[in-house]
């Protein structure tokens, strides 16, 4: 986990404020605003913060899907910010994207096995054959039978759609997956799921993550570091412990201080889900949500485990009654 994979060094986007009549420059929106940081292999790295602050258009800048004002991107030793369109096509195998809104990369006029295909032939790789088994063997990854391959988008649940999204990035198998929001339109439930499947693959692929969300509860389960953005600028980045338990900048401070605790003359009751009973020697590792138990305790109450294909993981873990 020590090597580097991404560095970005002074990174700036500066989007112009237009106005008038002839749409003249009359300002500029600071969305990125002189932003450092590195990312190691194999590593997840948490990037929260407010709506605005700026997430959004630091994942895209890093795809270089948008031009930088200014700043440095490396990565493994090649500076993305100064490559050239074939370079960057090659170096994009390598870096896929995952979006809040599955929509946004499945094209609904495509079956699903066209659409896992399509990077496969972006990229050259394989033939017919070859990129076909791929795409069967994809959907068994992500926890879809292969039979789903000659439906379409709109024939699947928010959460299966989010799920091809992750096959979709996955097929050309990359090392840096930066998910948007992966999880964010989902329910909780289905969020749970989602998120124990990236971390499923994570071993699997060897795969690095740049998390981006506003939900600090997911960041949380999900991140080995968490970086705080506000008003375009990264202003703390710390071990996700550390971030949580002791953070530094007022603002941190205050984020935290907004996330919903359970109440303490609550009384607690371990549920048991999907065949695993959470205790102290068995820590609930698997459980998105202990941190926001309170939202938790309506799932509990109205989700049977039967009804859901969990692959071994609870999705909750403490019932809290009066
Ligand atoms: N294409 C654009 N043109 C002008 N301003 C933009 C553009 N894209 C983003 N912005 C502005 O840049 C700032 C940062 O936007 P960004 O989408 O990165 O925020 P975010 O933290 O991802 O927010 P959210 O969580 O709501 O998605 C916002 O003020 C936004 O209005």
């Given at each position: 986990m020590s090597e580097l994979l991404l560095e970005v060094n002074g990174l700036?986007?500066?989007?112009?404020?237009?106005?008038?009549?002839?749409?003249?420059?009359?300002?500029?929106?600071?969305?990125?605003?002189?932003?450092?940081?590195y990312v190691k292999k194999g590593e997840t790295l948490g990037i929260v913060g407010e709506s605005g602050c700026g997430k959004s258009?630091?994942?895209?800048?890093?795809?270089?899907?948008?031009e930088a004002s200014e700043g440095k991107i490396v990565f493994e030793d090649k500076e993305i910010t100064s490559m050239s369109k074939s370079e960057l096509r090659k170096t994009r195998r390598d870096?896929?994207?995952?979006?809040?809104?599955?929509?946004?990369?499945?094209?609904?006029?495509?079956?699903?096995?066209q659409i896992l295909e399509e990077p496969l032939i972006?990229?050259?790789?394989?033939?017919?054959?070859?990129?076909?088994?791929?795409?069967?063997?994809?959907?068994?990854?992500?926890?879809?039978?292969?039979?789903?391959?000659?439906?379409?988008?709109?024939?699947?649940?928010?959460?299966?759609?989010?799920?091809?999204?992750?096959?979709?990035?996955?097929?050309?198998?990359?090392?840096?997956?930066?998910a948007d929001e992966p999880v964010s339109a989902l329910d909780v439930s289905i969020q749970a799921q989602v998120l124990n499947l990236m971390k499923d693959i994570q071993k699997e692929f060897q795969l690095t993550y740049i998390f981006i969300a506003h939900d600090l509860g997911v960041v949380r389960h999900i991140s080995d570091r968490v970086g705080?953005?506000?008003?375009?600028?990264?202003?703390?980045?710390a071990d996700s412990e550390q971030l949580y338990q002791n953070p530094s900048h007022p603002y941190t401070k205050a984020l935290l201080?907004?996330?919903?605790?359970?109440?303490p003359d609550l009384k607690k009751e371990t549920i048991l889900i999907d065949g695993?009973?959470?205790?102290?020697?068995?820590?609930?590792?698997?459980?998105?949500?202990?941190?926001?138990?309170?939202?938790?305790?309506?799932?509990?109450?109205?989700?049977?485990?039967?009804?859901?294909?969990?692959?071994?993981?609870?999705?909750?873990?403490?019932?809290?009654n009066k």
């Open positions: 700036k986007k500066y989007f112009p404020i237009t106005g008038g009549l002839f749409g003249r420059k009359q300002g500029e929106v600071k969305a990125v605003d002189d932003v450092s940081f258009t630091t994942g895209r800048l890093l795809m270089r899907l948008i870096i896929q994207m995952v979006f809040q809104d599955p929509y946004a990369s499945l094209n609904p006029r495509h079956s699903i096995e972006v990229h050259g790789i394989g033939t017919k054959e070859e990129r076909k088994k791929q795409v069967r063997e994809m959907l068994e990854v992500v926890g879809l039978s292969s039979y789903h391959a000659k439906r379409y988008p709109h024939q699947f649940s928010g959460g299966q759609r989010q799920r091809i999204g992750i096959a979709k990035a996955l097929m050309t198998k990359p090392k840096l997956i930066i705080v953005m506000y008003l375009g600028r990264l202003i703390e980045l201080s907004a996330v919903p605790v359970p109440d695993e009973i959470p205790s102290p020697a068995n820590p609930p590792s698997g459980c998105a949500f202990h941190t926001r138990c309170s939202q938790v305790m309506d799932i509990c109450k109205t989700t049977r485990p039967q009804e859901h294909d969990l692959n071994g993981h609870f999705v909750a873990c403490h019932l809290y």
